[in-house]
């Protein structure tokens, strides 16, 4: 089983096709069961030549930084470009 790490919120990118199913409803409820019971699945990232890509979680990375927080769990997984 792999561990989740934690990433700085600036090193994630997320594509533009995964933008694009942001729903703010679905991140303002997140961020409000984040605060309140903490972060309970970590996200999936690729890594790249320089930076993480964002794999799966983009509603729960969205809460994470409306939280004001600076990192999120993470797995670090293989995953096939899009």
Not at 25 to 43: H, Q, R, S, T, Y
Not at 51 to 62: N, S
Request: proline residues 4%; hydrophobic residues 45%.
């Amino acid at each position: 089983m792999l561990d989740s790490v934690p990433i700085a919120l600036d090193e994630i990118y997320v594509p533009a096709k995964r933008r694009r199913t942001r729903d703010d409803a679905k991140v303002d409820a997140l961020a409000l069961d984040i605060l309140e019971n903490g972060l309970k699945n970590p996200i999936h990232v690729r890594r790249d030549e320089k930076r993480y890509v964002l794999v799966e979680g983009l509603h729960r990375l969205e809460a994470v930084r409306a939280l004001g927080e600076d990192t999120v769990d993470a797995l670090v997984v293989s995953a096939k470009r899009h």
